[in-house]
């Protein structure tokens, strides 16, 4: 028997310096994730890197404890308003704990973290700044005001960061990052990290990237493969009640309910406290305080359920997810796959439970083909009869068809679509602006945008070819 099958890479192996290897001890990580194994040594290198990851996998690790390392091993001042190293999020929340991370893995080694967003004060922000920081955790908006007010230049950027850049299309930050991009020095190292990687993205890949190095880990669809899964038919007028009486089950410990729209969230709130259930919202429309709040009831376990849109929950790392309940399918498969990902973190598993109305059977479809595998229907008192076919089942209107990107016009034009389910979405108000966190994928001129259905064949076979090759 040979040995070496037995070898298990770790920390140190990777060349992880000892105060780091304290602190990852503190934090409980004994052996290095998939992308951190793949990703430290390209970091360490100094070469530029694309990481296909989606949050969950241990990236931030992977990009922060090499930058880490190199920021100690070579130490000088930033200077006033400056940063050694930039990392861009899309969310406050997951700039927040981009930040948290670099300081619980750092806490050993003396350096300066700070967070910018948006909906925070900007006063604090630039005094911060002014003194000069090691790292730089900002959301794009947020990082240019303070280009704008003098508060910060860009000039002495040795690393850059850009994390979950797909979700950074979503919310139409593409403009900002290309501003961005041309006031950093050219001399740099650049990190780039992405769970999709349709050609709006690979497009910016080329405008932040140098020759890079391209990794990848867990495909997006077998991340569902380790979450327990079923779907309930039911009406849309009797998922409240439905979610109320799976909660009697005193198994759900720690829900993240889904919900299409800001103010069904909010809905679905009201009506679970009414009911007695503790449940806090997260959505776009909560200030940053109310936002940190809920996260944290949450978190402490002081709220049982978390009611959150789509993009406020991207990011979210809350450990011990018992269940993921999507009280509303998402109307674009891959979103399926990052929610169900919320209970199955760092390798442990999960239960996630769908609620499917009648209108949203095709996303359903969408979401089998995708993970290539049926979801168990689970049968309640509140259920419908599942449809024998669901192939059959018309698509609701979700987007203007004069509206849609040109690469989704072709694989759209088959659908059958439903003109009173047309209306139906228009009164939830899915215009191009409420796009932003309603859990539509959308750029800024509000553009469908087809990363997450999937690019065309033809161009997902020339990314794959091209990603093969470079392995
Ligand atoms: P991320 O993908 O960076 O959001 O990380 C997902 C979760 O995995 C976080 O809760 C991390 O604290 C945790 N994590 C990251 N790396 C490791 C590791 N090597 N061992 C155990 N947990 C980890």
Not at 51 to 67: E, R, S
Not at 70 to 98: D, F, W, Y
Not at 417 to 434: C, D
């Amino acid at each position: 028997m040979r040995l070496e099958r037995f070898y298990v890479t770790t920390f140190k192996d990777l060349g992880v310096s000892a105060p780091i290897l304290k602190a990852l001890d503190a934090e409980g990580y004994s052996t290095p994730t998939p992308i951190q194994i793949q990703g430290i040594p390209i970091v360490q290198s100094g070469r530029d890197l694309i990481g296909l990851a989606q949050t969950g996998t241990g990236k931030t690790a992977a990009f922060a404890l090499p930058i880490l390392d190199r920021l100690a091993g070579a130490r000088k001042h930033a200077g006033e308003k400056s940063c050694r190293v930039l990392v861009l999020a899309p969310t406050r929340e997951l700039a927040a704990q981009i930040a948290d991370s670099f300081r619980a893995y750092g806490r050993f080694l003396g350096l300066s973290t700070a967070v910018v967003f948006g909906g925070a004060s900007m006063f604090k922000q630039k005094e911060t700044l002014f003194r000069g920081v090691d790292i730089l955790v900002a959301t794009p908006g947020r990082l240019l005001d303070h280009v704008a007010q003098r508060s910060l230049k860009l000039d002495k950027v040795e690393i850059l960061v850009l994390d979950e850049a797909d979700h950074m299309l979503d919310m139409g930050f593409v403009h900002d990052l290309r501003r961005i991009a041309g006031m950093l020095p050219r001399e740099r190292q650049s990190l780039f990290f992405s769970a999709t990687m349709p050609a709006p993205i690979a497009e910016l890949a080329a405008q932040f990237l140098d020759k890079p190095e391209q990794i990848a880990v867990t495909p997006v669809s077998s991340t569902a493969e380790r979450v327990q899964q079923a779907v309930i038919h039911v009406d849309q007028q009797k998922k409240q009640d439905l979610l109320h009486a799976l909660l009697n089950d005193r198994s759900i410990k720690r829900a993240l309910v889904f919900t299409r729209t800001k103010h069904g969230a909010d809905r679905v709130v009201r009506r679970l406290e009414s009911a007695g259930f503790e449940a806090e919202a997260i959505h776009g429309n909560k200030s940053q305080g109310q936002r940190t709040r809920a996260l944290d009831a949450f978190k402490k376990g002081k709220a049982r359920l978390l009611v959150a849109t789509e993009i406020a929950a991207r990011g979210i790392d809350v450990d011990q997810i018992s269940h993921v309940i999507n009280f509303d399918l998402p109307n674009v498969a891959e979103q399926y796959v990052h929610r169900i990902g919320r209970t199955a973190r760092a390798g442990a598993d999960g239960i996630a439970i769908s609620f499917c109305a009648p209108d949203e059977r095709a996303y359903l479809n969408d979401i089998e083909r995708l993970t290539k595998q049926p979801v168990p229907v689970l049968e309640t008192d509140f259920s419908l009869k599942a449809p024998k076919d669901l192939k059959r089942t018309p698509r609701p209107k979700t987007e203007a068809r004069g509206s849609m990107h040109p690469a989704r016009k072709h694989a759209s034009k088959k659908r059958h679509v439903s003109p009173t389910h047309g209306k139906a979405h228009a009164k939830l108000g899915h215009s191009p602006n409420h796009a932003r966190d309603g859990g539509d994928r959308r750029d800024r001129k509000g553009n469908a945008v087809w990363s997450n259905t999937g690019a065309p064949a033809k161009r997902r076979s020339q990314f794959k070819s091209k990603f093969d090759s470079s392995r």
